[in-house]
Nanobody
Framework: QVQLVESGGGLVQAGGSLRLSCAAS????????MAWFRQAPGKERELVAF????????DYADSVKGRFTISGDNAKNTVHLQMNSLKPEDTAVYYC???????????????????WGQGTQVTVSS
């Protein structure tokens, strides 16, 4: 089992920045990558960004490209999401997740992630 704890959420004005962090513990040796998802009220959970430890491969949702940056340290079992130029539509609960999958194609699918954090609220006011 892997336990995930997110931090760094909060209330920010449009145009502002936040940095989310996620710390993993437990059976972290099985992790091949981590990701951030978000879920706004009444909407489905969507992928925001992922990082695969092998090769340091990252990718982002089109809606956040150029504004968000995912980074992480496999040895420290942590992942961060730097969010700049925040918009009201970024308001959501943000979740950290871990996958044991290696193939990149799996990283785009919610169901590929075996472990999830409890989420942290991000609210962007206009």
């Amino acid at each position: 089992q892997v336990q995930l704890v997110e931090s760094g959420g909060g209330l920010v004005q449009a145009g502002g920045s936040l940095r989310l962090s996620c710390a993993a513990s437990g059976r972290t040796s099985s992790s091949n990558g981590m990701a951030w998802f978000r879920q706004a009220p009444g909407k489905e959970r969507e992928l925001v960004a992922f990082i695969r430890w092998s090769g340091g491969i990252t990718d982002y949702a089109d809606s956040v490209k150029g504004r968000f940056t995912i980074s992480g340290d496999n040895a420290k079992n942590t992942v961060h999401l730097q969010m700049n130029s925040l918009k009201p539509e970024d308001t959501a609960v943000y979740y950290c997740a871990v996958t044991t999958r290696l193939s990149r194609s799996y990283y785009y699918r919610n169901m590929s992630y075996e472990y999830w954090g409890q989420g942290t609220q991000v609210t962007v006011s206009s």
